[in-house]
């Protein structure tokens, strides 16, 4: 494992433990270069993901990305790190089990809305104004309006 102070190769384990409800195993480890101290994830990956955009570029499945918007969606919310990692754990084993090797982002959009509704309704209205591309008051008001409808 490359160091990501100084790039060195020269590395080494000082702790490893289950994280993710045992789905990753974290790794703490040092720099014998430089000293720095980093953590490491391991994920199990079942098969390579391809992203096919609205455009019609195909991208790498990019798990940080996910983990990024949903957080910015969350933010000032009372959803800890580790439950965002569990969300979009759960999206990720969906889309590896679905058989699928390519998926269109609109399908990720709407199982990151999903686990959003489940786990706080701010931060799902706060992704679907973005994913949906609100214009006005009148669209979120709209949006939740279905949404309550859906639910009953």
């Given at each position: 494992m490359r160091c990501p102070f100084c790039g060195s190769e020269n590395t080494a384990v000082k702790d490893s433990r289950p994280a993710e409800d045992n789905g990753a195993v974290r790794r703490r480890r040092g720099c014998e270069s430089c000293g720095a101290r980093f953590t490491t994830f391991e994920r199990v990956q079942l098969r390579e993901i391809t992203v096919l955009k609205r455009d019609g570029k195909r991208v790498p499945f990019q798990r940080e990305k996910l983990v990024r918007v949903i957080a910015i969606a969350l933010r000032k919310r009372p959803?800890?790190?580790?439950?965002?990692?569990?969300?979009?754990?759960?999206?990720?084993?969906?889309?590896?089990?679905?058989?699928?090797?390519?998926?269109?982002s609109q399908d990720i959009g709407e199982l990151a809305m999903e686990s959003l509704k489940e786990v706080d309704p701010v931060g799902y209205v706060r992704y679907a104004s973005v994913y949906r591309d609100f214009d006005a008051p009148s669209d979120f008001a709209h949006f939740i309006e279905q949404s309550e409808l859906d639910s009953d």
């Open positions: 959803v800890s790190p580790e439950q965002i990692d569990q969300i979009v754990s759960g999206i990720a084993r969906k889309l590896e089990s679905s058989g699928e090797s390519e998926i269109a």
